[in-house]
């Protein structure tokens, strides 16, 4: 029982869950930026492949068509100068509509002919980057409405 006057001590269950939720809070704000910086780093990885690298003609082998845009992806069967067959795999934007057969150009890293972007396709690091993107903005989000809510409660019990 406590004096009166005294300060209630708080609840040790919802001190917990306050933590535990700004540590989730905290770790998305950790993770989402650095998702958008590796996905960024990908894309300009992925450009500048295009630029330099080796073209090879290649064929789409496999077109996975889902209405989620991070599974639509090519599979496209490109071989080497030395004459090694590789796979790559590419996103696939909804408005392309890529079929089983179809021509499409591969430029790959000389050194490492298993690195490779097929030309037209988008970069996989867009997708990372957008999915980064989208756990800072909800993060984001929570902790203003969080911050908020404390900061009105307790202009509250002010009164």
């Given at each position: 029982?406590?004096?009166?006057g005294?300060?209630?001590?708080r609840?040790?269950?919802?001190?917990?869950?306050?933590l535990?939720?700004?540590?989730?809070?905290?770790i998305?704000?950790?993770?989402?930026?650095?998702?958008?910086?590796?996905?960024?780093?990908?894309?300009?990885?992925?450009?500048?492949?295009s630029?330099?690298?080796?073209?090879?003609?290649?064929?789409?082998?496999?077109?996975?068509?889902?209405?989620?845009?991070?599974?639509?992806?090519?599979?496209?069967r490109?071989?080497?100068?030395?004459?090694t067959?590789?796979?790559?795999?590419?996103?696939?934007?909804?408005?392309?509509?890529?079929?089983?057969?179809?021509?499409?150009?591969?430029a790959?890293?000389?050194?490492?002919p298993?690195r490779?972007?097929?030309?037209?396709?988008?970069?996989?690091?867009v997708?990372?980057?957008?999915?980064?993107?989208?756990?800072?903005?909800?993060?984001t989000?929570?902790g203003?409405?969080?911050?908020?809510?404390?900061?009105?409660?307790?202009?509250r019990?002010r009164?």
């Amino acid at each position: 029982m406590s004096t009166p006057g005294a300060p209630c001590a708080r609840n040790p269950k919802k001190t917990r869950g306050r933590l535990g939720a700004l540590a989730v809070v905290l770790i998305v704000l950790l993770v989402g930026p650095g998702l958008m910086v590796v996905g960024t780093v990908m894309i300009d990885a992925d450009a500048e492949l295009s630029r330099t690298g080796v073209r090879s003609p290649g064929t789409v082998t496999d077109f996975n068509d889902t209405q989620r845009a991070s599974n639509r992806d090519i599979k496209v069967r490109y071989t080497s100068t030395d004459g090694t067959d590789h796979v790559v795999s590419a996103s696939v934007e909804h408005d392309q509509h890529p079929t089983v057969g179809d021509p499409v150009t591969v430029a790959y890293d000389s050194q490492q002919p298993s690195r490779a972007v097929v030309l037209g396709f988008e970069s996989s690091g867009v997708t990372l980057r957008g999915v980064g993107t989208v756990l800072t903005l909800v993060a984001t989000g929570i902790g203003l409405i969080a911050l908020v809510t404390r900061v009105s409660r307790k202009r509250r019990s002010r009164r």
